[in-house]
Structure formats: structure tokens, C-alpha cells
């Protein structure tokens, strides 16, 4: 993951204002018995914008794997194909393929006196090093009616989803920080978080990496990154610290 430098702005007031008043009704009061802030006249606040952007990788690598071959006799066809296919299947899952990321598909035609048999093993895997071994098994120990593609590496859902809320986490933690260290300057203490809003958020594809295959087939594969960015706006109550209060 790479981190931006982030950029925070602070503005210290007396009271909330009326602006902020609303804000802070609608996050928190919205379906409840409001309590308007006016009624806290001596509620005061430090507003802070905070950013952040981070990059995640593939985390999934898609592999597809076809056997064919053409007989005379359907038997001959149809048993040659499946010797092979039950080869593949067996070396995906030693190779911790799961079996619910594992897709089988047969195709059987006759053209004139020829049967033609197809079957293709599309196969999704987590782990990169897994998949590039087994890729290197069935290369080395199957012959050329086997082909054996490239992998295509994707995001999962779940993994552009954690993304979005790492992303979002970290800019607000950016301004808690900022907003902490404005507060020591100004002789405060920092107090709960009043509001959160999220005020921009954005998703790019960025450059690639490379990725060497097998020994036996060396090849570059380009994997793009997935980046994203948010900007948050926090308002936080401000306090007087304990030694301050104790003079008055």
C-alpha cells in the first residue's frame, strides 16, 4: 500500500455556528427527538479536512487450461480428453485451486468421419506462487493438445471494498492527527468527534508491475493496481485542558 502526503486545513471557532449546527442535526439526530445545539452556547470546535490515498494489488489470478483431440472412434476421443482433464483437475487442487473457483466445460462435435472433443478448466487463484507452479506442472508434464494460457489478474470485490474503507479510515485518522497536534498548540485539549462526512472519493487504475513466470516458460505478465483517494471533512469539540481549567 502507498500513502500521499495529506492535506489538512484547521479553523478554530467559539461557538457552532449555524451552519455546522444543521450538519451536525442531520448526521446524528436524523430519525430521533433533535436537540438543537443552539442550546450548548458554549459549545466550541476545530474543523479539519483530511486525506488519504492508498493502492492494492490483484488479488486474484485466472488461469484457463484447454485439452483437445479428434479420433476416429467417440470412445477414443472421449477417453483421451478425460485422462488429461483428470490430470488438470488434480493438479489445480494440489495446488490449492478451491473447488467452487474451479469451472469445467466439454465440447464433443463429429465432423465427417473425425470426432472432435474440447474441455477447458478455467481456474481462479489466490495465492500468485501456487498458480505459477501448477502452470509449470501441467506445461512440463502434458503434451501439445494441451494449452495452458496466461494468467489474467484481477480485484475481488471484497478486496476493492477494503480498499474504499481503508482509504476513507485513514484520511479521517489524518485529521484527528492534525487536529490534535492544532490543538496542543493552542493550549486545548481535543475533544469527540461532533461530524464526519466523506466529501470526495475516487477510484484510477495505475501503472504496472511485473511478474516473472515459471522457470520453464519465463514470461511478463502486467498487473495493474487499483488506487484510491478520499477526502473527509471532521468536526471535532474543542476543550480546555485540565491545568487550564483549574485557574479559573
Excluded at 515459471?214 to 491545568?243: C, M, N, W, Y
Amino acid at each position: 500500500m502507498a500513502h500521499s502526503p495529506s492535506r489538512v486545513f484547521a479553523t478554530v471557532s467559539p461557538t457552532a455556528g449555524d451552519v455546522y449546527r444543521d450538519e451536525i442535526e442531520s448526521a446524528f439526530n436524523r430519525g430521533r427527538k433533535q436537540t438543537p445545539l443552539h442550546t450548548q452556547s458554549n459549545v466550541r470546535v476545530v474543523q479539519m479536512t483530511g486525506c488519504a490515498e492508498l493502492s492494492c494489488s490483484p488479488d486474484r489470478a485466472t488461469v484457463t487450461i484447454s485439452v483437445k483431440n479428434s479420433k476416429e472412434n467417440v470412445n477414443d476421443v472421449t477417453n483421451s480428453v478425460t485422462r488429461r482433464l483428470e490430470y488438470i483437475l488434480q493438479t489445480v487442487r494440489q495446488h490449492d485451486a478451491k473447488e467452487e473457483n474451479i469451472t469445467v466445460t466439454k465440447h464433443l462435435q463429429r465432423v465427417e468421419e473425425l470426432f472432435h472433443m474440447q474441455a477447458e478448466v478455467l481456474v481462479v487463484f489466490s495465492d500468485f506462487e501456487k498458480m505459477q507452479q501448477a502452470r509449470s506442472v501441467l506445461i512440463e508434464k502434458l503434451d501439445k493438445s494441451v494449452c495452458v494460457g496466461d494468467p489474467h489478474y484481477s480485484h475481488s470485490a471484497e478486496s476493492l471494498g477494503l480498499l474504499r474503507r481503508r482509504v476513507c479510515l485513514e484520511a479521517v485518522d489524518n485529521a484527528r492527527l492534525k487536529a490534535s497536534e492544532a490543538c496542543c498548540i493552542l493550549g486545548q485539549a481535543l475533544g469527540r468527534p461532533l461530524l464526519v462526512r466523506e466529501e470526495e472519493s475516487r477510484e484510477w487504475t495505475s501503472g504496472q508491475q511485473e511478474v516473472t513466470g515459471s522457470s520453464l516458460t519465463p514470461h511478463q505478465t502486467g498487473i495493474t493496481l487499483v488506487s484510491a483517494s478520499s477526502r473527509v471533512f471532521v468536526t471535532f469539540e474543542l476543550r480546555l485542558k485540565d491545568s487550564n481549567r483549574r485557574k479559573f
